[in-house]
Nanobody, 126 residues
């Protein structure tokens, strides 16, 4: 059974930076593409970013392009979300997700991800 544990969330001011981590365990990490989603209060869970199994393909939501990056370390079974130039609109609970796939691409769709972490809070004050 795959387990995902996010960490790194915390209160920030707009303009700041934060790095989230997602530790993966239970299966072969390299067989999973990884995604980050976020859910603002009272809103649906939205796609933020995803990275393919080997890290060759990255996909970013329009709201975060140019500000967020998505490093992946297959030796440490960890995926990160580096968030820069944070805005108050980035506030939400950030979830890490894993998609067991043979594809080298990524998905922006929640239903494609079989495993989810518990989420970590990222409040950004303006």
């Amino acid at each position: 059974q795959v387990q995902l544990v996010e960490s790194g969330g915390g209160l920030l001011q707009a303009g700041g930076s934060l790095r989230l981590s997602c530790a993966f365990s239970g299966r072969a990490f390299s067989r999973y593409s990884m995604g980050w989603f976020r859910q603002a209060p009272g809103k649906e869970r939205d796609f933020v970013a995803a990275i393919s199994r080997a890290g060759g393909t990255r996909n970013y939501g329009d709201a975060v392009k140019g500000r967020f990056t998505l490093p992946r370390d297959n030796n440490k079974n960890t995926v990160f979300l580096q968030m820069n130039s944070l805005k108050s609109d980035d506030t939400g609970v950030y979830y890490c997700a894993a998609d067991r796939t043979i594809s080298s691409s990524t998905s922006t769709q929640l239903h494609d991800y079989e495993y989810w972490g518990q989420g970590t809070q990222v409040p950004v004050s303006s």
